[in-house]
């Protein structure tokens, strides 16, 4: 992946037992994770550091005054669903998030706009659900209220879900996540990596 790798807030950045708590993190259920968006930062430990050999993971805020413009490529979650569209907070700028925003952007994914082939036959609970971290790109300014987005090519779509369970998934499919604790697949719009 190029660029800063970009957390996202209640991410699991990886095992207490092999990582320091740094800044812009917290500890959950013996998890490091996030508690801020922003890029992840890893300091190797200290020599002077006779209790810890494991590195030390910070999460950076680095805000900007950037606003999405038609052909941006986005980082955010859905916050709504209904039939028709997916509402969405833009969290960040950028494929992989380099730039991450002071203040969340309103945002909808129309169904129209989630693929390019068998556009009838898309459903958004299918798609997307409340949680879901989506790569988009923005397609128009929208009105005063949210920005469009699409989701139609193969490298935008869902890269981080939760499963029903509360069980971080992966993608296993270009239509399916699974939660690795349940085995359970669930329907998602899934992202193809960058």
Same mark, same amino acid.
């Given at each position: 992946?190029?660029?800063?790798?970009?957390?996202?807030?209640?991410?699991?950045?990886? #095992?207490?037992? =092999?990582?320091?708590?740094?800044?812009?993190?917290?500890?959950?259920? $013996?998890?490091?994770?996030? *508690?801020?968006?922003?890029?992840?930062? /890893?300091?190797? !430990? *200290?020599?002077? *550091?006779? /209790?810890?050999?494991? !590195?030390?993971?910070?999460?950076?805020?680095?805000?900007?005054?950037?606003?999405?413009?038609?052909?941006? /490529?986005?980082?955010?979650?859905?916050?709504? /669903?209904? !039939?028709?569209?997916?509402?969405? =907070?833009?969290? #960040?700028?950028?494929?992989?998030? &380099?730039?991450?925003?002071? $203040?969340?952007?309103?945002?909808?994914?129309?169904?129209? $706009?989630?693929?390019?082939?068998?556009?009838?036959? @898309?459903?958004? #609970?299918?798609?997307?659900?409340?949680? $879901?971290?989506?790569? #988009?790109?923005?397609? *128009?300014?929208?009105? &005063?209220? =949210?920005?469009?987005?699409?989701?139609?090519?193969? &490298?935008?779509?869902?890269?981080?879900?939760?499963?029903?369970?509360?069980?971080?998934?992966?993608?296993? =499919?270009?239509?399916?996540?699974?939660?690795?604790?349940?085995?359970?697949? &669930?329907?998602?719009? @899934?992202?193809? !990596?960058?």
């Amino acid at each position: 992946m190029s660029g800063p790798n970009i957390a996202l807030p209640g991410q699991i950045l990886g #095992a207490s037992s =092999s990582n320091e708590l740094g800044s812009g993190t917290h500890l959950h259920n $013996d998890q490091l994770c996030a *508690s801020i968006s922003g890029p992840i930062l /890893t300091s190797k !430990p *200290s020599n002077s *550091s006779k /209790t810890s050999k494991a !590195p030390k993971l910070s999460i950076s805020r680095t805000t900007g005054n950037l606003l999405p413009e038609v052909g941006t /490529t986005i980082l955010g979650k859905i916050t709504r /669903t209904n !039939p028709r569209q997916a509402n969405i =907070s833009i969290l #960040a700028l950028g494929p992989t998030g &380099e730039h991450v925003c002071r $203040d969340p952007f309103p945002a909808i994914i129309r169904q129209q $706009d989630i693929r390019a082939t068998e556009i009838d036959k @898309v459903k958004v #609970a299918e798609s997307f659900r409340v949680g $879901d971290v989506v790569r #988009a790109v923005v397609i *128009s300014l929208g009105d &005063e209220r =949210s920005y469009y987005l699409s989701t139609a090519k193969n &490298e935008l779509g869902v890269v981080m879900a939760v499963s029903e369970w509360g069980n971080q998934m992966v993608p296993v =499919s270009w239509r399916e996540f699974m939660d690795e604790s349940t085995g359970a697949r &669930e329907a998602r719009k @899934v992202a193809k !990596p960058v």
